[in-house]
């Protein structure tokens, strides 16, 4: 038996809004400099790591595959493309639009509340 210890899970939205068909998600982050996993993250200029903001889309298409398939768990199994265009900074607000085709290829933009993208990015899923 291991004695190693996890951290707990984080949650990288604030809000997942799955839309009634099933193909499309969106959801909302605000980053903030108090957020427990900010701390020590360039302190004196606070920005959202690249990994968080895929973490926020695997989150979000992991909503809509729940709700696609009964309750399903979605595994992400590749990353295709992405693209990190613009910083994610204290008080910022990312939108996540995210689509997911039959095959559990999501395709998402992250933009901030300034309307500039942030990044884009094109992932694969599978049903567990």
Same mark, same amino acid.
């Given at each position: 038996?291991?004695?190693?210890?996890?951290?707990?899970?984080?949650?990288?939205?604030? /809000?997942?809004?799955?839309?009634?068909?099933?193909?499309?998600?969106?959801?909302?982050?605000?980053?903030?400099?108090?957020?427990?996993?900010?701390?020590?993250?360039?302190?004196?200029?606070?920005?959202?790591?690249?990994?968080?903001?895929?973490?926020?889309?695997?989150? *979000?298409? +992991? /909503?809509?595959? %729940?709700?696609?398939?009964?309750? %399903? +768990?979605?595994?992400?199994?590749?990353?295709?493309?992405? +693209?990190?265009?613009?910083?994610?900074?204290?008080?910022? /607000?990312?939108?996540?639009?995210?689509?997911?085709?039959?095959?559990?290829?999501?395709? %998402? *933009?992250?933009? #901030?509340?300034?309307?500039?993208? %942030?990044?884009?990015?094109?992932? /694969?899923? #599978?049903?567990?």
């Amino acid at each position: 038996m291991s004695s190693q210890s996890y951290a707990a899970p984080l949650r990288a939205v604030d /809000e997942v809004v799955v839309d009634p068909d099933g193909t499309s998600a969106a959801a909302r982050k605000r980053v903030t400099r108090t957020d427990p996993y900010l701390a020590g993250h360039y302190p004196d200029f606070t920005i959202y790591p690249g990994v968080f903001m895929l973490e926020s889309v695997v989150q *979000t298409a +992991r /909503e809509l595959v %729940a709700v696609r398939h009964g309750g %399903a +768990r979605a595994t992400l199994v590749g990353i295709r493309s992405l +693209r990190f265009t613009a910083p994610l900074l204290d008080g910022d /607000e990312m939108s996540v639009a995210l689509t997911l085709s039959a095959d559990l290829v999501a395709k %998402a *933009t992250c933009t #901030r509340g300034d309307g500039k993208k %942030a990044a884009t990015m094109t992932l /694969e899923f #599978r049903v567990d």
